[in-house]
């Protein structure tokens, strides 16, 4: 038999699948099997993605070396989905494999030095055994390996590596009678105290066996010696058992019977929805309700209408609102069956889950943007909720969109997709109108409340509490109130750190980051200024850099000056801050949102990771410090981001019994972004949006992609990009238009210069193969230190 495998080398060369013969034991190959091969002079992984009789290859074809797994890691869904999407995205078909599995599965690549000849063996660098190249950096070692390889007395070898470890746990079994145990324990010493009692309780609980070894330590207070020496003596047989570590302990595993009545509104919603999946439908919903209008609940409805026909469920949500308090909600529904994925665990735990998945042990899966690849089986329903968010597309290598990988998926299972969202994206919400989406609509809050009431701050002409000019009266006064009141108050702050530059009243000196074109953030905890960008790092100046004057000023504001502010006006007032900086640690996250909720604080203060998904009773008022923020960038979806991002922070307010309030302080109060956010209007904004967007040629009228060319030299970025802006003139012809290139607005980034192209077009069968062309081109261009990457659809175009 013979296996087609794809390599695990990221190069145009090595894109397309080679050929190896499968030997004769090796009998466990299956698409989906991840394999070691020979490749070269190397040994490298690689995925078979086809199994065939025959070859049309007429030389002789080397040998399959290892199959990595016992199970294909890869399902021939996946396998498929990768070529397909590869394709569609402009990525090596193996990076999608990549990108498919957990991040300990990929290969570690450890190059050694293994000895030959007798006399080297015995040579001091190799200490009895092969020597990691990897770990070298000694001249005088280079040298000696050097002349060691010239004198066959040594060869380079590749291993591969895999550094996924199963966890495994030791569990004792009995091996006699009781009466046998009995007998052992009348004939021991008097000094073998702790044997004793090891018999003793063996004896006692002989129904409790076999137990766990650390049971077995922890309740008899004996040391793991003791447990060895009865292996030894025959008395108990030790097991390693392979176990998995559970992301969700914290979380009271009892199911709850919750029945919720659905309204007719949602009631309507779900019929359409488990239409589909009993007619076996690749249907997509969008489904648009409201802030609080129980869209989850009818996630959890049709997820339990997939599960009733014996079928599997997957959900997405975004990164930021997979809180503990979603996942707990759907642990509460499902229980075991459900098994979760996002970057909140740690890699182990990953593995696990998804192994879980992988044999079928989880019927449902909750997870962020890369779960969209989860290898599970026989799907009956997706749900991406909070669909418009721009966390669903990787910024990365490869750049691909959850949704788009979902409606693959879709098709490839005969399921529906469901859509849902406040604010739908308006590529959707278009789909939707010209029926390609159905469209499903929740405009009811579903306890009846109203929403909240939305006021705007203008920034231009309010005074502000206190010597800072981010706090204003009103807001800090309704804060107050709320306090003695013993309510609780959210506030949104998107921008991290203290000071977001450093100016120099004397020269006007910027402080920037030596590495980007980007001014550095004062960090007040840590005593730095800090590149969001790249981290760098550099102390707190005290004279400008430029002019030696000690005329320096921080500007621009961020959570660490914020709460420093409100610790100032409110000192009774109890704050968390949640932002990237306090939730680094693993558990951090869960842990201020935990006493939050525990009412230990009065206000929550924190960066868009506090706008999504959370639902405390207890909010009754949520401010926005600086509306503005994400309307200032010059991109064609600010408006949209902004319009969101106000849109979901208004819906933590009030979401129980008391009447929620929501204070947006802007200088843009007639801006219509925030004033048809203040109103909570989306079918205004939409309309207007849209008609902004086909003034501008923009999506949904026109599909883009971007075409970004980066290198350490400046002039060689920017003519790399006139010499692909000339070959796409070649070919594309109006109404596609190309814009650029220009540099783009972060101009520098990691001593990276970036330039761009713009392309937009309604339809250009050319394109697609121009695209695979400029990839393919792409690999000589990297010789010479340029890195082009194609993002087709992308979010941001700045
Ligand atoms: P959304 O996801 O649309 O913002 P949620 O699903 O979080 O809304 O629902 C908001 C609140 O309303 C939740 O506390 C939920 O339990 C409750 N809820 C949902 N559906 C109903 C219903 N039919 N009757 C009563 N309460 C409901
Ligand atoms: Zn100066
Ligand atoms: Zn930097």
Known sequence: MIAQVSVDVAAKQTDRVFEYHIPQELTDVAVGSRVVVPFGRRKVQGFVVGISKTTSYTGKLKDLLVVVDELPPLTPELITLSKTLADKIFAYRITILQSMLPRVMRANYRKILVPITEEAKKLKIFKGEPLDLNEVSNLNTIIEIKKLIKNNQAKIEYLVENKAKKKQIAIYLLTKTKAEY???????????????????????????????GSKIVSELDVSSS?????????????????????????????????????NSEQTHALNSIGKSIQ????????????TGSGKTEVYLHAISIALEQKRNALMLVPEISLTPQMVKQVKERFGDNVAVLHSGLSEGEKYDEWRRIRRGEAQVVVGARSAIFAPLKNIGLIVIDEEHESSYK????????????????????????????????????ARAQKGRYELLLLTKRANQKALPKVDLIDLKTVEFAGAQFDLSIPLVDAIKEKIAKKEQVILLLNRRGFASFMLCRNCGFVLKCPNCDISLTLHKDTQQMQCHYCGHKEPIPRRCPNCQSEKIRFLGTGTQKVQEELENLLPEAKILRMDVDTTRRKGSYKKILDSFGDHQADILLGTQMIAKGLDFPNVTLVGVINADTALSLPDFNSS????????????????????????????????????LAQSQDYESFYQKEMRVRFQGNYPPFFYTTLITITSKNEQSAAKEAFVIKRKLMRHLHAPTIILGPTPSSVAKIKNQYYYQILVKYKHEPKLHDLLHQIQDDAQLAQKRGLNIYIDNEPERIM
Request: hydrophobic letters at 35%.
């Open 279 to 290: 007619k076996r439908e690749a249907k997509t919903f969008l489904l648009e309700g409201i």
């Open 182 to 212: 009995q007998q052992i324990l009348k004939g021991l010493r008097k000094t073998a105290k702790k044997q004793q009692v090891l018999l003793d309780n063996i004896v006692k609980n002989y129904h409790e066996y076999p137990k766990l």
């Open 226 to 262: 003791v447990l060895r020496a009865a292996v030894k003596k025959g008395w108990l047989v030790k097991k390693e058992q392979e176990m998995y570590r559970d992301p969700l302990k914290d979380f009271e595993p009892r199911k709850k019977k919750i029945q919720i009545k659905l």
């Open 640 to 675: 949209e981001k902004t319009f969101d991002l106000l849109t979901q922070v208004s819906g933590r307010a009030g979401r129980a019994e008391k009447t929620g309030r929501v204070m947006i302080q802007t200088y843009n109060p007639d801006n219509y972004a925030i004033k």
């Open 394 to 429: 990787q910024n990365d290598t490869p750049r691909y969109h959850a949704r788009d990988v979902a409606l693959l998926r879709s098709k490839f299972h005969k399921c529906p997709v469901v859509l849902g969202s406040a604010t739908p994206s308006l590529a959707s919400r």
